[in-house]
């Protein structure tokens, strides 16, 4: 079974330092700087035991629309890709755009079997 599953996750990437809060002490009167520019990307990829696939910048806020947007665009055609067949499961973590109403129908409509995650299980990030 695992062998037709296809996994799938997305991920903030920092481009310069770490994705997490930093305390330093500073003289009074001292601006912060940065000094090799910053910012991040996200990035939205699926896999298999057959390999990686589409790995899909996300230029706009990561919403339900824009999540099934890059499903629509992405999903079935890495599936063929990989050579899954069409009875492969889809795996997505429990993140509120995956598990919203509009999503579940919309995994109905294209007849996907979803493999359950539980809310507390760590997150993949397969990039």
Same mark, same amino acid.
């Given at each position: ?55 899909? /910048? ?9 999540? /099934? ?59």
């Amino acid at each position: 079974m695992r062998n037709k599953i296809l996994w799938s996750d997305e991920t903030k990437t920092e481009l310069f330092g770490l994705n997490a809060k930093h305390h330093v002490w500073r003289k009074p009167g001292t601006m912060p700087s940065v000094e090799h520019g910053g910012g991040s990307i996200m990035l939205w990829r699926c896999f298999s035991v057959a390999g990686t696939e589409r790995l899909v /910048r996300i230029k706009a806020k990561m919403k339900g629309a824009k999540y /099934r947007e890059i499903l629509d665009e992405n999903l079935l055609q890495s599936a063929q890709d990989l050579k899954l067949g069409r009875r492969f499961t889809f795996q997505q973590d429990s993140d509120p755009k995956h598990t919203a109403k509009t999503m579940q129908e919309w995994l109905r409509d294209k007849s996907l079997n979803v493999l359950e995650w539980s809310n507390q299980s760590p997150d993949l990030n397969p990039i």
